[in-house]
Nanobody, 124 residues
């Protein structure tokens, strides 16, 4: 089981980035994106349930970020628009083979599989 996150980079405030999470083999049941800024704890960003495309977002990114899936590529994306300096962090893709109820999608303990992280830096 492997998750490969990519797409991070350095952008200015207001710009956009799209992160990708490629899963090896088959699609997972549940995907999540988390982030960790320097000196802070890891926090939930967004999650998606593969079966019905249900999504959950952190309030801080709602309306700016969109999580989506690509059936053909077993890939999940995080489209990030209107980036702010406060979005600067290492972003991690996480997944589980099981399809979880919406109420637990924001919990890091839901996900046994994690990617290596991709750095997003937003300058002011």
């Amino acid at each position: 089981v492997q998750l490969q996150a990519s797409g991070g980079g350095l952008v200015q405030a207001g710009e956009s980035l799209r992160l990708s999470c490629v899963a090896s083999g088959r699609p997972f049941g549940t995907y999540g994106w988390f982030r960790q800024a320097p000196g802070k704890e890891r926090e939930f960003v967004a999650a998606l349930r593969w079966s019905d495309r249900s999504t959950v977002y952190a309030e801080s990114v709602m309306g700016r970020f969109t999580i989506s899936r690509d059936n053909a590529k077993t890939t999940v994306y995080l489209q990030m628009n209107g980036l702010k300096p406060g979005d600067t962090a290492v972003y991690y893709c996480a997944a589980d083979l099981r399809s979880w109820i919406t109420g637990v999608l924001a919990r890091p303990e839901t996900y046994p599989y994690w990617g290596q992280g991709t750095l997003v830096t937003v300058s002011s």
